[in-house]
C-alpha cells in the first residue's frame, strides 16, 4: 500500500504543518480536520491529540517521538497512522483494541523492543510496517487475520511464528523479513516470499527437523604475503603446510573444513590490487572473516604500515558489511625477534584498531549533530537517517589472535578458538538454521550428483536439468521439489557452496555447482599478471581463434596503453583456463568453452557477468575488417557508444582498473574555469576501492561519447560536457561533477540534468554499500572562498521539485559572496543578467 497523499490546501478537513519546527501541537488547531500532517518536526510528545477526534489520516513521521502515548486511543477513526522515524522505545497496552477502523500502520525506524499482547485485537490492520526496530518476537500479531502486508526487516528476530502463515483465513501476500538473524525459517525462505515460508512451515510440519545445520562460511582476507594460504590449508588439513611463493593464491580459493559441530566454507581471497575489484562480488554478509596480517614485517612506528596491512581491509569490511565479525590472526610470528615483540606488535595493533572504530563513530555522530543544527533541519531528515543507519551497524573486530604456522599445537588452538568465536557470535554471524529434513534430503542429493559425475566436472547445469536428476534421488514431488529448490540454492550460495545468480536474467537459468571454476575463469581475466599472460599466449592458441601473432602485439599494446581488452584476447584466455581444468575426453567441451567464452556472435558467461559487476565496458577498436569502427587514439578519437560496442565481438573491453593516467581527459577538457559549474559528492567515511571505476562504467551506459581516464572521465551529451572525477581535500575523498558555465540562460535545464543524472548512477551504486552515506556541497564560485552551500535531501524528490530546491533567485554563502541559484543548485533561471 503506497502513502496517500496529503494536500497542503486550506481546508477544514486537511491541514499541513509538516516542516515547521514544531516542539508541541497548536493551541488554535482545528480539532475537526479529518488529515493532519505533522512530519518532519521537532515534537517529542503529542499532549492534546485526543482532541482531534475526526481523524482518519494522522502522519507523525520523522520527529522525536519518544513514547506512543495513551491519548492516541481516543482517535477511534483513524485509519492511517505514520509514526516511523521516531526513538518510540515501547507501546503501552489498551491502545490498539480502540482502533476499530485502522487499516494502515507505518512504526518503522524506531526503538521498539517488544509489541503490546493486546495489537492483535485491531483486526482491521491490513499493513503494518515494524522494520527497522529492536523486535525479538512478534508474536502478539497472530490474530491479525485481515492481514495483508507485513515488513519486519532489520530487527533481531530470530524466529516467524507459523500461524502468522498457517491459518486457513489468511490473507497475508507480503512479508518482508530479511536483515534478521533468522533460524527458522532462514532468511533465504523469506526473501522468496509468502508461499516459500509457508511451504517451509509444511515442510518442518511433515519432516520435523530438531537438529541445526551450522555452515559458516569464511572469508581470508589481508595483503598480499600475509600468509592467508598457509593458514586457510593448515587449519583444514590440522598441521602446518608450506605455501611457496609460485603457490600463492590468484583470484579466490575455495575449500571446506568439517568439525564435529560446524562444516566450514573458506573462502580465501588473493592480496594483489588488480583482484580487488571482483572481490566485492564473491563478499557476503553473515560469514566470518578472518583478517591475516604479518607481523614480522608489521611496524608500530610506521603509520601506513597499520593502514596497509589491517585499516585498509577492516575499513572496506564496515563498508560492504558492516555487521561482520573480523577475527585478526597475526602470522609469522616465528619470524619475529622474540615473544616480547610479538605481544608488543599485538597490543599495538588491538589499540589502534579500537581507536580508529572509536573515532569513525564519533565522526559520524558528529556529522549527525551538524546536519541537526541546521537552520531547517526538516530538510536534512533523509540524511540523518542515513547516518543513524550507519551508527546501528555494529562491526565487531575480535582480539587479534597471535600464530606460528610451523607448530601443530598453534593451528589446533586457533581452530578451537575459531569454533568458539562462532558459538558466541552465531547472532551475528546467523550460521545455525533449522532445516525441514526434506532440505538435507535435497543438498545431499546434489553432492551426491557431483559424486557420481553426473552433474560435469565444470559444474555448469541448467536449473530444469538440476531438478530432473534430483527427483531420481529424493522422495519428493516435483511441485514440493520445485519450491524446496530455489530456496536452497539461495542458502547454499549464501554460505559459499554454490553460485546462482538469481538476479541476473540471462544467468539465471543456471547453477553453478562449482564456484572455484567460476572463479578460474574470472582470474584468467583479472589477474596482477595480465600482458605477462597475454604475451605468453601460443601460435596454436591464436589459430583456435584465427588470430595471427601480430595481432597479440597489438593486444598487449592495447591492454598496456589504453586499458582496452580485445575480445578475441579474452575469448584465448578464458579458453586457455578453460582447457586447464576439463578433462581432454569430456564430449560436451566445445559446447562448455562456446558458453562460458563465446563467440564472434554472442556473449559467454564470463563476458555477461564481467560487465553485470560493473568491472569493464565495452567498446569498439579500428579494424581493417570494420572501417566503420572509430578507433580509440588518445586525444584524438572518441570512445564509441556501449550499445554500438555490445553487438560487435570483435570489438574489445575497457577495463578502467588497467589504465595508467588521465592524459586524454585532461587533453579534452582542459583547464577548469571559475565560473564552472561543480558539484562534490562525498563519500563517507571513505571512498570504497574501485567505486569511481565502477561508477564511471555504469555512467558510461547513459552517454554515447564518453572519454575515460584512470581517475577522471569525460561525458558528453549533445554539446555539453560533464567532466567526473575522484579528488581528496584536506583527506575527505569526494567525487567531483563539474560543468561549463552555459553561455545562454536557458541551458542550464540541459546541464543540471545531465549533472543529475550522474548523481543519481552514483546514488544507486553507493546503495551496494550499505556502510557508505553521501552529503553533497557546492563550492562558492568566488575564488579563494572557502565556504560552500550544502545540499538538502534530494533522491526522492519529483522532477519539478528537484529544481526547487531552493526557492530565493540568489544566494549569498557565508563569506558574503552572491552568486545566481542556477549557478549552485538545479534551476531554471528567471532573471536574466548575470552576478
Known amino acids: 500500500m503506497k502513502k496517500m497523499a496529503m494536500l497542503n490546501v486550506n481546508s477544514w478537513e486537511e491541514h499541513d504543518l509538516s516542516g515547521q519546527n514544531l516542539k508541541s501541537l497548536p493551541r488554535d488547531l482545528l480539532t475537526y480536520v479529518k488529515s493532519l500532517d505533522l512530519q518532519r518536526n521537532k515534537l517529542k510528545r503529542v499532549i492534546g491529540i485526543s482532541r482531534f477526534t475526526h481523524l482518519t489520516e494522522l502522519n507523525l513521521s520523522r520527529n522525536k517521538i519518544m513514547e506512543f502515548s495513551q491519548e492516541m486511543q481516543y482517535l477511534q477513526r483513524l485509519e492511517i497512522l505514520y509514526m516511523n522515524q521516531n526513538n518510540i522505545r515501547s507501546i503501552p497496552e489498551g491502545i490498539f483494541p480502540h482502533f476499530t477502523v485502522l487499516k494502515f500502520v507505518k512504526l518503522s525506524s524506531n526503538r521498539l523492543v517488544k509489541l503490546p499482547p493486546d495489537i492483535n485485537q485491531c483486526t482491521s490492520i491490513t499493513y503494518l510496517d515494524l522494520s527497522r526496530n529492536c523486535l525479538q518476537n512478534i508474536q502478539p ?173 577492516i ?163 516435483r511441485e514440493s521439489l520445485h519450491s524446496i529448490l530455489r530456496f536452497l540454492l539461495r542458502y547454499l550460495h549464501r554460505i559459499g557452496v554454490i553460485i546462482w545468480y538469481e538476479d541476473i536474467n540471462v544467468l539465471s537459468d543456471r547453477v553453478f555447482i562449482q564456484p572455484s571454476f567460476l572463479i578460474s575463469m574470472f582470474k584468467s581475466i583479472v589477474r596482477h599478471d595480465l600482458v605477462q599472460q597475454l604475451e605468453e599466449v601460443s601460435r596454436d592458441l591464436l589459430m583456435q581463434e584465427g588470430a595471427l601473432v601480430k595481432q597479440k602485439f597489438i593486444w598487449v599494446d592495447d591492454l598496456r596503453c589504453r586499458g582496452t581488452l580485445h575480445n578475441a584476447a579474452m575469448r584465448i584466455l578464458v579458453r586457455r583456463e578453460l582447457e586447464k581444468l576439463v578433462e581432454d575426453d569430456d564430449d560436451d567441451d566445445d559446447d562448455l568453452i562456446r558458453e562460458v567464452v563465446g563467440t564472434k556472435k554472442e556473449e559467454g558467461i564470463i563476458l555477461t557477468l564481467l560487465q553485470y559487476f560493473e568491472v569493464c565496458l565495452p567498446t569498439l577498436v579500428g579494424s581493417p575488417l570494420n572501417p566503420q569502427a572509430a578507433e580509440f587514439i588518445p586525444g584524438v578519437k572518441q570512445w564509441e557508444s556501449a550499445r554500438v560496442a555490445k553487438r560487435d ?118 546503495r551496494q554499500w550499505p556502510g557508505l552515506t553521501q552529503q553533497v556541497h557546492t563550492p562558492c564560485p568566488e575564488r579563494g572562498c572557502p565556504h560552500y552551500f550544502t545540499w538538502r535531501d534530494w533522491q526522492e524528490l519529483s522532477d519539478t521539485n528537484l529544481y526547487n530546491l531552493v526557492k530565493e533567485e540568489k544566494l549569498v554563502c557565508q563569506g558574503g559572496h552572491t552568486r545566481r541559484t542556477e549557478l549552485i543548485f538545479p534551476k531554471v533561471p528567471i532573471l536574466q543578467q548575470g552576478v
Open 649 to 766: 565481438p570483435d570489438g574489445a573491453c575497457l577495463f578502467p582498473m588497467y589504465l595508467k593516467d588521465d592524459l586524454i581527459v585532461s587533453n579534452k577538457w582542459g583547464e577548469n574555469k571559475q565560473d564552472d559549474l561543480s558539484v562534490h559528492v562525498y563519500i563517507l567515511p571513505e571512498i570504497p576501492h574501485g567505486f569511481f571505476h565502477r561508477l564511471i562504467v555504469k555512467t558510461c551506459s547513459l552517454y554515447a561519447t564518453h572519454w575515460v581516464g584512470k581517475e577522471q572521465s569525460l561525458f558528453c551529451c549533445g554539446n555539453k560536457l560533464a567532466l567526473v572525477r575522484q579528488r581528496t581535500t584536506d583527506g575527505d575523498p569526494f567525487i567531483e561533477i563539474r560543468c561549463r558555465r552555459p553561455e545562454k540562460d536557458e541551458e542550464f535545464r540541459s546541464l543540471w540534468d545531465l549533472i543529475l543524472a550522474v548523481m543519481s548512477k552514483l546514488f544507486v551504486l553507493s
Open 141 to 313: 500479531l497472530i490474530g491479525l487475520t485481515k492481514l495483508k502486508e507485513l515488513l519486519v526487516e532489520k530487527n533481531h528476530l530470530t524466529e516467524l511464528p507459523p500461524q502468522l502463515f498457517q491459518s486457513s483465513n489468511c490473507e497475508l501476500t507480503v512479508c518482508k523479513a530479511t536483515g534478521n538473524p533468522l533460524r527458522c525459517p532462514p532468511e533465504e525462505v523469506c526473501s522468496g516470499g509468502v508461499t516459500d515460508i509457508q511451504s517451509y512451515f509444511h515442510q518442518m510440519e511433515k519432516n520435523p527437523n530438531t537438529r541445526s545445520a551450522w555452515t559458516v562460511k569464511t572469508m581470508f582476507l589481508g595483503s598480499s604475503m600475509a600468509g592467508k594460504s598457509t593458514l586457510c590449508r593448515s587449519l583444514r588439513e590440522g598441521k602446518p603446510v608450506v605455501v611457496a611463493v609460485k603457490d600463492r593464491t590468484e583470484g579466490i580459493e575455495i575449500s571446506q573444513m568439517y568439525t564435529e559441530e560446524v562444516r566450514f566454507l573458506f573462502w580465501d581471497f588473493a592480496g594483489q590490487e588488480e583482484y580487488y575489484l571482483t572481490h566485492h562480488v564473491f563478499i557476503t554478509p553473515r560469514a566470518l572473516v578472518i583478517l591475516a596480517t604479518d607481523l614480522a614485517s608489521y611496524s608500530i612506528v610506521d603509520p601506513q604500515s597499520f593502514n596497509d596491512q589491517l585499516w585498509f581491509w
Open 315 to 477: 575499513n572496506n569490511i564496515q563498508l560492504r558489511v558492516p555487521d561482520s565479525v573480523v577475527l585478526l590472526v597475526g602470522t609469522h610470528c616465528d619470524q619475529c625477534r622474540d615473544q616480547e615483540e610479538v605481544m608488543e606488535k599485538k597490543k599495538d595493533i588491538e589499540e589502534k584498531v579500537k581507536t580508529m572504530l572509536e573515532n569513525r563513530r564519533m565522526v559520524l555522530k558528529q556529522q549527525k549533530k551538524n546536519l541537526e543544527e541546521n537552520t531547517d533541519p526538516s530538510l536534512f531528515t533523509d540524511q540523518v537517517d542515513e547516518l543513524d543507519c550507519l551508527l546501528e551497524y555494529n562491526l565487531k573486530v575480535l582480539d587479534l589472535v597471535t600464530l606460528d604456522c610451523t607448530k601443530t599445537e598453534d593451528i589446533a588452538k586457533l581452530k578451537c578458538h575459531i569454533l568458539m568465536c562462532i558459538q558466541s557470535e552465531s547472532m551475528l554471524l546467523c550460521s545455525e538454521s533449522i532445516l525441514p529434513k526434506s532440505y538435507e534430503e535435497v543438498e545431499q542429493a546434489i553432492h551426491k550428483l557431483v559424486a557420481l559425475e553426473q552433474i560435469p566436472q565444470h559444474g555448469i547445469v541448467l536449473l530444469d536439468e538440476l531438478s530432473d536428476l534430483i527427483l531420481n534421488h529424493v522422495s519428493l514431488s
